[in-house]
C-alpha cells in the first residue's frame, strides 16, 4: 500500500508541478497506480513461478501460498484506481471546451478508456463467489481471459504501460506533454 501511495502522490506532484488541474493531477496519479499494478496482478497467478519461489529461501519470508488472495487484492485495488481515475477524468472533461461525449467517444484515451472500464467490470463482477462458486465458474474463466483485451487496451490508453510491465518502472520524464 505504501509502494501505490507513493507512485500516486509521486504522479501527483508531477503533475501538479506541469500546471495540471487537480482533476488531472488526481486522474494521472490513479493512472500510475493502475500501471503498478496492472504488471503486478500477473506475478502471483504464474504457477511455474510461484512453485520455483517456494523452492528458494524467499519462501521463508513472503506468504507464497497466499498467492490467490494477494492477486484478488491487487485487483481489488486496481478497480478502485480504475473507479477513481475514470471519476477524476470525467469531471477533467466538463472544464474542456469540447463537448464531454467528444472527449470520452472521440478520443483514443476516451475510448480504450471506456473499453478498459467495460471490460475490468466484466472481470471483476465475475470474480466474485456467487458466480466464481455458485455453478458459473466458466463463465468466471472466461471473463478473465478478457485480461488479454484489457492488456492490449492499457498498452493504447497508457503508452507508457509497456515500460511498467518490462520493468516496474515508469520513467518520470515520460508523457508529460499531453496533460489532459
Known amino acids: 500500500m505504501a509502494l501505490n501511495l507513493f507512485i500516486f502522490f509521486a504522479a501527483f506532484e508531477r503533475y501538479a508541478s506541469l500546471g495540471a488541474n487537480l482533476y488531472v493531477q488526481i486522474a494521472r496519479g490513479c493512472g500510475a497506480a493502475l500501471n503498478f499494478n496492472g504488471a503486478l496482478i500477473l506475478i502471483p ?3 511455474h513461478f510461484m512453485t520455483w519461489l517456494r523452492k528458494t529461501p524467499l519462501n521463508n519470508y513472503i506468504p507464497i501460498d497466499e498467492s490467490v488472495e494477494f492477486h484478488k487484492l491487487v485487483g481489488q485495488v486496481m478497480f478502485a484506481f480504475a473507479i477513481v481515475h475514470t471519476i477524476a477524468h470525467f ?3 466538463t472544464t474542456l471546451p ?12 476516451g475510448l480504450s478508456g471506456f473499453l478498459l472500464l467495460l471490460v475490468f467490470a466484466i472481470m471483476s463482477v465475475t470474480a466474485q ?8 465458474f466458466a463463465l468466471f474463466y472466461a471473463a478473465h481471459m478478457g485480461y488479454f483485451l484489457w492488456f492490449a ?3 493504447v490508453h497508457g503508452p507508457v504501460f509497456w515500460q511498467w510491465k518490462d520493468v516496474g518502472l515508469v520513467n518520470p520524464n515520460k508523457d508529460t506533454t499531453n496533460l489532459v
Not at 129 to 136: E, H, N, Q, Y
Open 153 to 155: 487496451l492499457a498498452l
Open 98 to 109: 469540447v463537448p464531454f461525449t467528444q472527449s470520452l467517444f472521440a478520443t483514443k484515451a
Open 91 to 93: 469531471f477533467n472533461y
Open 129 to 136: 463467489a456467487p458466480i466464481r462458486k455458485g455453478g458459473k
Open 45 to 47: 497467478m504464474l504457477r
